[in-house]
C-alpha cells in the first residue's frame, strides 16, 4: 500500500490509496485518477506521506467538498477489502510482503494507529463523516 498526497491544476489536494506505486502510475497514465473535488484529471503526486490518525479533522465546509468525500468513498469502497478488525495484522503482513499487496480499509484503536505509524506501515485515515456501508461497529 502506498499513500500519496495529491493536488490538481486547481490547487486542490487530496490523498491516493494504491496497491503499489505501479498501480497509481498505471491509474494516472490511463487519465482515471481524477480530482475528487472538480474532476480534472490534470493532477500529480507529492511524496508519499503514509499516516494513521484518528484525531478529528474539519468537517467538510461546502458543497464541492461534500461531493469530493463521496467521489472519494466510492473510489475506496470500490478499491479496497473490508478486513475489519484485522486491519493492524493484515496491514503488517502487506507491508512486510507475507500477503499480496493490495488495498485494504478497516478499523484501528488510536493505540494500534501509533504502533502502525511507528512501524512505518503505510495507512490512511477516512475522514469523519465519511461513513464506509460496511463498517464495522
Ligand atoms: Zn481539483
Avoid at 491516493?16 to 490534470?42: D, I, K, M
Avoid at 493484515?90 to 507475507?98: D, F, S, W
Avoid at 478499523?107 to 512501524?119: G, I, M, P, S
Wanted: negative net charge; hydrophobic residues 35%.
Amino acid at each position: 500500500m502506498v499513500v500519496y498526497r495529491i493536488s490538481c491544476d486547481e490547487g486542490h489536494s487530496f490523498e491516493g490509496w494504491y496497491a503499489s506505486a505501479e498501480a497509481f502510475e498505471r491509474e494516472a497514465g490511463a487519465g482515471h485518477l481524477e480530482c475528487p473535488v472538480c474532476g480534472t484529471s490534470s493532477v500529480r503526486k507529492h511524496p508519499a506521506a503514509p499516516y494513521v490518525h484518528t484525531a478529528s479533522a474539519p468537517a467538510p465546509a461546502t458543497d464541492a467538498d461534500r461531493q469530493g468525500l463521496e467521489r472519494l468513498k466510492t473510489y475506496i469502497l470500490a478499491n479496497t477489502e473490508n478486513v475489519g478488525r484485522e486491519f493492524p495484522e493484515v496491514a503488517r503482513r502487506i507491508h512486510y510482503g507475507e500477503e499480496k499487496s493490495r488495498g485494504i480499509r478497516g478499523q484501528v484503536t488510536r493505540a494500534e494507529a501509533e504502533a502502525l505509524k511507528e512501524e512505518g506501515v503505510p495507512a490512511w485515515s477516512v475522514p469523519p463523516g465519511m461513513k464506509l456501508a460496511d463498517e464495522v461497529h
